[in-house]
């Protein structure tokens, strides 16, 4: 009798015991849960912390190349270097940066725009020269007896993608004098062009090259695209 109430009692208690590792686990995988949960939320919120403050970082380096872009034109363009019209252009650009920072640089693949400032003032001594050749060209047209012009409409599909590469593209043929972009559809660009001279200097496609340059086009790689992405994934490396 005390031996079947002995028994009794063991596997009473191996029940119970039993009951309460279930019941551990159990507790045990909903603490997991509840932390694994928590650690995503939080993770969630870094994340978007991070990439928030990553895309006021973005916008803010957009602000500061098209007001650099901007300012830089309209001083070309001016010629006026005074104060009053240096105040005055500072702040139309500074406007106009503020609304179309967005538009500029909607597509741009790469996110280092400090490269993409330094190629762009590295162009623009290019594109002056340029303008200066394409200058005594058009007065030795129009100087010249004969007056060897020979007007013509050209048609070329650019490799450029960026909506930003088209519009550097386009703002340099026309500040080059006897070209004048007249369209851009789709990627394809009517031009005018004075003479076959112009019209052979755009279609050999070295300023086509050059906006793509500037702006890392995955079409056109250089040697310097290739050493200026491995800097900038260095940078991330050991910032991570």
């Known amino acids: ?41 939080e993770e969630r919120k870094l994340q978007t912390f991070l990439s928030s403050g990553q895309d006021a970082k973005s916008g803010f380096q957009n602000f500061i190349a098209t007001f650099v872009m901007l300012f830089a034109f309209w001083a070309l363009l001016s010629g006026k270097f005074d104060l009053f019209h240096l105040s ?26 400090r490269v993409i400032i330094q190629r762009f003032i590295i162009y623009m001594p290019w594109l002056m020269y340029q303008i200066i050749t394409a200058n005594v060209h058009v007065a030795y047209l129009a100087l010249s007896p004969k007056m060897p012009i020979d007007p013509q409409v050209m048609r070329f599909k650019t490799k450029l993608e960026s ?3 088209w519009v550097t593209l386009a703002n340099s043929i026309t500040l080059t004098p006897g070209t004048i972009t007249m369209d851009i559809h789709e990627g394809e660009f009517v031009v005018h062009a004075l003479s076959q001279k112009v019209a052979d200097d755009l279609d050999t496609g ?19 695209d290739v050493l200026d992405v491995a800097r900038i994934f260095g940078e991330m490396r050991r910032a991570a």
């Not at 686990?25 to 694994?36: F, I, P, Q």
Request: charged share 25%; aromatic share 8%.
């Open 206 to 224: 070295e300023m086509e090259d050059r906006v793509a340059h500037v702006f890392m086009e995955a079409d056109h790689i250089y040697i310097q």
């Open 1 to 41: 009798m005390e031996v079947t109430l002995l028994i009794q009692a063991a596997d009473e208690s191996f029940r119970l015991l039993e009951k309460a590792r279930g019941q551990a686990v159990d507790l045990l995988n909903t603490a997991v849960k509840l932390t694994s949960d928590t650690r995503s939320v």
């Open 163 to 165: 909506d930003i590469s």
């Open 88 to 113: 005055l252009g500072f702040i139309c650009t500074f406007v106009i940066s503020y609304l179309s920072h967005d538009l500029l640089f909607a597509n741009v693949r790469v996110g280092d725009i």
